[in-house]
């Protein structure tokens, strides 16, 4: 029982490039999220997933996108990236009995 | 909106000195709160929650009480560890809603 998986851990990307992390969770549960965390500012919501086949926006929204490929699944792609998205980012999954989440590791992503 | 708003840090002891980190909150109706704990280079990990006033969550020493009158959820610890050194996110969830709302984050530095 792995709980949530992402990869890669580490990622450099050059302005313009594009890619997608990947989140993986093996709880059966039906809520999905990700989380970036910049110094000072704590965890801001980008995108979640309440359920297979739906997504919405959080806080952060711009310049992401997400798929809830099944319930196991859900990944966050950036199209063009920047360097305002250098940060770390973490996938979650929210047991449905309970408000809690459990969080991946987390993905450092630098933007040059 | 809701909101939750933690000590600023670092906040730095020696082994065994007593801990209290401040958390209070903004809400409406009736929030769940809770604490988690970020050691380095990790994912966020659940510490403790009360879902309703009056309830004290506990763990690994760490305890928190959810003081509806002041809108508080401190933390506190009795004998710190050098393991104890991570970063504290304090955090809230509305009832009917699914997203956490953290505060900032305070890095705990516990010295030998």
């Known amino acids: 029982n792995a709980g949530v998986t992402q990869t890669p851990k580490f990622q450099v990307l050059k302005t313009g490039q594009s890619m997608t992390l990947q989140c993986a969770q093996d709880?059966?549960?039906?809520?999905m999220y990700w989380y970036r965390q910049d110094p000072g500012m704590g965890l801001r919501l980008i995108y979640y997933?309440?359920?297979?086949?739906?997504?919405d926006k959080g806080e952060v929204p711009n310049g992401y996108n997400v798929s809830r490929l099944n319930k196991r699944e859900f990944s966050l792609r950036l199209e063009s990236a920047a360097p305002s998205q250098t940060s770390v980012y973490f996938c979650?999954?929210?047991?449905?009995?309970?408000?809690?989440?459990?969080f991946g590791p987390g993905t450092r992503l630098t933007v040059t | 909106g809701d909101s939750v708003t933690q000590m600023e840090g670092p906040v730095t002891l020696s082994e065994e000195a007593f801990l209290t980190i401040n958390c209070t909150y903004t809400a409406t109706g009736y929030p769940s709160l809770f604490w988690y704990v970020q050691y380095p280079g990790e994912g966020l990990q659940l510490l403790l929650k009360a879902t309703k006033a009056d309830d004290k969550g506990s763990n690994k020493g760490f305890e928190a009480t959810y003081r509806k009158e002041t809108t508080s959820f401190h933390l506190e610890k009795g004998s710190v560890q050098v393991s104890d050194s991570a970063v504290y996110f304090c955090a809230l969830v509305n009832t009917g809603f699914q997203k956490l709302v953290f505060g900032t984050g305070t890095r705990l530095l516990v010295s030998p």
């Open positions: 997933s309440a359920s297979e086949g739906t997504t």
């Open positions: 709880m059966n549960h039906n809520s």
């Open positions: 979650a999954a929210h047991r449905d009995t309970s408000y809690e989440q459990y």
